[in-house]
């Protein structure tokens, strides 16, 4: 097999030396390949004679395909290979959960940006004017667009003020795959169906299409093996996933398909699906060529999933004296065209959609539909994010009516170590909600803003494009609260398996770490060379090249790695730590029962011992490999949702402090606090850098990311028109992490990366909505949201 | 077409450059140097920042054609093999590379506001640190510790003979 010429280079040894263990601000064994720009990212990829490959889109979000000439761009000089469905071998239709989204069109296209045909040529333009001159024949459909009309269910009227109706779809097309437009609808039921209370709030809300908006867009090379088979090096989060997926789009076994981890640039869920990978293969396996595929960030946009659209209807009843009795909700999540991870961020949206407090009373339907949207799927916070907007609301709204401080009430409400879920499972780790509320308001305030002179433009809602000198600008404090399941759930067999092998090589004892965990920025190759060093005693740590030689690892999601690779190479660790020692026993020749590995040697206080690991080894590696599991969950009961469906919750909590030019409609987030239960701190510079990661995107879906989609069209394509925060719109945080160790975890850690992108955006909502008085039904909040123009 | 330009001090001559393609394209595809990224190629992320004739420029809106007999320098050359430069130094140790995508662009920005600023026997103030990085996209840090590396760069670098 021959390997690209800028191969995905592996980690190398000991970065960070002996100060790298557990609870140490351990640097990325790929930081200095990172800062010296030699990290090879999946879009670095490049080999002698590789060709480009490009994929034909349909500019149509549903039409049937009456034909596909693909004459004209094979005639292009330079072209080596154009492919439609026809040239797919195996199964041609795949996805995570359902396998019901083509590889390239079939007969019907169901959103706009579906991959309809390929091309491969020498150079990357070659391949665009020659997809270009593919002709492709559209009847084009009218779309469905929403997801309640999809279901059949009856608008509401309070986010856009129009009257509630029922859309009839009576037209055939209308039903987009044979089983109907329902992905999933989970029905959780609790307590009294018919509950009354003294006070009663109802709100409508709404959450537009955020974009994971990763910087490293979907790139990889394809390279024919020598055995009919083929290599693919790709940026992704799960790499066995992605090799099920190909081996039955390709027809081949699991021995023919090896995947490789390329360098990634951020992934936040965006990777979960597959993009070019069956793309590129099949072009490398038709050309008997390496093919590189890159997305530019226009395609990139219709490449991958969104986080889902949502809309819910909340109505939470309490006592006059603040007690919760009762929540009902309605979710709809609009899956787009295709399931992708639907059905999973449907069972987390209805599972925690009433937030991190004690429901007696709930009744919560939650849908996910079928539109001719773009597919949605995994964004980092599955289908929490949406409803906390809601749940949040509602409770300031229920603090409001009750006229108690919002901050009471919640904590009046919150869950906490031996409550009981909406789902019925009993929370069994420690859940410091009111704590980490009590900490935020403890936290001091930034100073009021300047008034007359002493303005600075740069810290005002529309900085130095000088629209306020502090006319009209009201501050805001909002507070809300989040929480988040770790790892995957409802029954799913949850593993990963870490190979570790121990030796001593030139005089120095040497771990090798060797996982198909996908390292997408997080820091798990960090976290897995800590662990090592830890459980080993030793300083050089490998991370060996993330790959598909190795058992599945699972999925970068679900804020897992840590939790479950990570207890996955502990477990390994500690099976070659048993070997060594019971080798170091036999050559002391004494029971020598509190042997361990410490700086490269077998150390027993008690006897003095202190064997080097070069006479215990000699020549030997003692390598084992483990796959390892977390506690067992449950499926939920298919009637009332009920059920032990989550091995561990994540809880995170925002303080937002905005200005608001309110005659603008202008927002200048000041500050935003957080407060985060992370049980363990294995690494404690990654995590905050995750919490004010998650922040940041947090913030960015309050106040200005959506992808506007109009008749199943987007509009906004590219970073000129789908805004992310800049370093201009980030605020100075304040973070408190607290380390309350869940019993039941590796190190007694808690999963990071997803709470806190949870908590964030409905904290800043929460401010402007103390700042401006309004409502505020909707997110991303935009001017005339605030203007009402 | 030919093009000939010096990159990170070294005379770069690629012939059977097509006239559309950019600088970006040219040196991470034609000269072997990818640490340029290609994360939107529109110049609004910032991520193929390079430097054309000592001025920070986005790579990806430079045709290739432009940078004929020109100088360029990109994050490669920022320090010699086996070397850190001070700004690099202090991104891994403040934990501002998480993907890293985005930190090649930031590290030239980065470079040059510190440079400027020394020039000036000063230290950059936080509103001109993010004014001087506005126009670079990070979408994992959140930019607390990216202003923490600048900062401990302008320090580190203030030490310094100008």
Redesign the interface.
């Known amino acids: 097999m021959s390997t690209p010429t800028r191969t995905p280079a592996g980690a190398p040894s000991s970065v960070g030396g002996p100060g790298g263990r557990i609870g140490d601000d351990a640097q990325r064994p790929d930081g200095v390949l990172k800062v010296r720009g030699e990290f090879a990212y999946a879009s670095d990829l490049w080999m002698d004679d590789m060709l480009w490959g490009v994929t034909l889109r349909s500019p149509h979000p549903y039409a049937r395909i009456r034909s596909v000439d693909v004459g004209p761009a094979l005639a292009v000089p330079g072209v080596h290979a154009v492919l439609t469905s026809d040239d797919v071998p195996g199964e041609k239709v795949y996805g995570l959960e359902l396998a019901d989204q083509p590889v390239l069109a079939l007969d019907v296209v169901r959103y706009q940006g579906e991959p309809v045909a390929l091309v491969a040529a020498d150079h990357p333009d070659t391949a665009r004017r020659a997809a270009a001159r593919i002709v492709v024949d559209y009847d084009v459909w009218e779309p469905v667009t929403d997801a309640r009309a999809a279901l059949g269910h009856p608008t509401w009227n309070q986010v856009h003020d129009a009257p509630a109706a029922v859309t009839e779809l009576s037209r055939e097309s209308a039903h987009l795959h044979p089983h109907g437009n329902l992905v999933r609808h989970l029905k959780v039921r609790k307590g009294d169906p018919e509950p009354t209370a003294d006070v009663v709030v109802v709100g409508e809300y709404e959450v537009g299409m955020q974009d994971q908006a990763f910087l490293g867009p979907e790139s990889g090379l394809a390279v024919p093996g020598e055995d009919g088979g083929v290599d693919l090096y790709v940026a992704t989060q799960w790499l066995h996933v992605d090799q099920r997926q190909i081996c039955s789009a390709l027809a081949m076994p699991p021995e023919k398909v090896r995947l490789t981890l390329a360098g990634v640039g951020g992934a936040f869920g965006g990777r979960e699906d597959l993009s070019m990978h069956v793309h590129a293969c099949l072009l490398a396996l038709h050309t008997g060529k390496p093919v590189k595929m890159s997305y530019n960030r226009e395609e990139s946009f219709f490449g991958h999933v969104h986080r889902h659209p949502a809309t819910m209807r909340y109505e939470h009843g309490a006592t006059r004296d603040g007690d919760l009795v009762y929540v009902k909700a309605e979710i709809f999540l609009d899956g787009g065209a295709y399931a992708s991870s639907t059905p999973a961020v449907v069972g987390n949206a209805g599972t925690m959609g009433l937030g991190p407090y004690v429901v007696p009373n709930v009744h919560v339907d939650c849908y996910g539909a079928y539109t001719n949207n773009p597919p949605c799927g995994a964004m980092r916070g599955f289908g929490s994010v949406q409803t906390a907007f809601a749940y949040e609301a509602q409770m300031d709204a229920l603090a409001a009516e009750l006229g108690m401080d919002p901050v009471e009430l919640r904590c009046r409400n919150a869950m906490e170590l031996g409550s009981e879920t909406p789902t019925g499972q009993v929370v069994d780790s420690p859940a410091p909600v009111a704590e980490l509320l009590r900490r935020l308001v403890a936290m001091p305030l930034p100073p009021e803003p300047a008034t007359g002179d002493d303005v600075d433009l740069r810290h005002m809602p529309g900085g130095v494009s000088n629209t306020t000198h502090g006319e009209g600008v009201r501050r805001g404090v909002g507070y809300a609260v989040a929480y988040k399941n770790v790892a995957f759930s409802e029954g799913f067999d949850d593993y990963s398996t870490a190979r570790v092998r121990l030796e001593v090589v030139g005089g120095e004892a040497v771990a090798t770490v060797h996982t198909a965990a996908a390292e997408v920025g997080q820091g798990l190759v960090t976290v897995e060379q800590q662990i090592a060093r830890t459980e080993l005693g030793v300083d050089a740590v490998v991370v060996h090249p993330k790959d598909t030689a190795v058992g599945s690892a699972g999925s970068s999601s679900a804020s897992r790695q840590t939790y479950v690779t990570g207890g996955a190479v502990k477990a390994a660790c500690e099976a070659v730590r048993g070997r060594v020692l019971e080798r170091a026993r036999g050559l002391v020749g004494r029971p020598a029962g509190d042997l361990r590995l410490d700086g490269g040697k077998v150390v027993s206080d008690l006897e003095g011992v202190a064997l080097p690991l070069a006479d215990v080894l000699g020549d030997d590696a003692v390598e084992e490999t483990v796959e390892w599991r977390h506690r067992p969950t449950q499926a939920l009961d298919p009637d009332t949702g009920q059920g032990f469906a989550h091995v561990q919750y994540a809880f995170s909590a925002h303080r937002a402090v905005v200005d608001v030019d309110t005659e603008l409609g202008l927002v200048k987030v000041v500050e935003m606090a957080c407060t985060q239960d992370v049980g363990k701190a294995i690494n404690p510079q990654a995590v905050v850098g995750q919490i004010q990661g998650g922040t940041a995107q947090g913030l960015g879906l309050a106040v200005m990311e959506e992808i506007l989609v109009r008749d199943g069209r987007v509009q906004n394509p590219s970073f000129t028109d789908y805004l992310i925060p800049t370093v201009l719109d980030m605020p100075p945080m304040r973070i408190e992490v607290l380390e309350y160790a869940d019993p039941h975890a590796p190190y007694g850690l808690r999963g990071v990366g997803e709470a806190p992108n949870i908590s964030s955006g409905p904290a800043v909502l929460a401010a402007i909505r103390q700042a401006t008085g309004l409502p505020l039904r909707r997110v991303p909040v935009r001017p005339e949201h605030l203007t009402g123009t | 077409m030919r093009l000939t330009c010096t990159v990170n001090g070294d005379r770069h001559e690629v012939d059977d450059v ?1 006239e ?1 393609e950019s600088l970006l394209y040219v040196l ?2 034609r000269m ?11 110049g ?2 910032g ?1 193929c920042t390079v430097y054309l004739d000592g001025v920070p420029v986005c790579a990806c809106l430079v045709a290739a054609g432009q940078a004929q007999g020109r100088e360029v320098g ?3 050359g ?2 010699g093999p086996g070397e ?1 430069h001070p700004v ?1 130094e202090a ?3 403040a ?1 501002a ?8 662009g930031l ?1 030239v920005a980065t470079d040059d506001l510190v440079r400027r600023s020394r020039a000036e026997g000063r230290r950059p103030a936080d ?1 001109e ?3 001087a ?15 923490d590396a600048v900062r401990l760069a302008a320090d580190r670098m203030a030490g310094e003979a100008r």
């Open positions: 097509w559309g991470r595809e072997g140097l990818p640490g340029s990224k290609n994360a939107c190629e529109q609004e992320c991520s990109t994050v490669e920022l320090a850190l690099q991104f891994l140790e934990g590379v998480q993907c890293g995508f985005c930190t090649p590290l509103a640190i993010r004014e990085l506005a126009g670079n996209l990070c979408r994992c840090t959140g930019y607390e510790k990216i202003l």
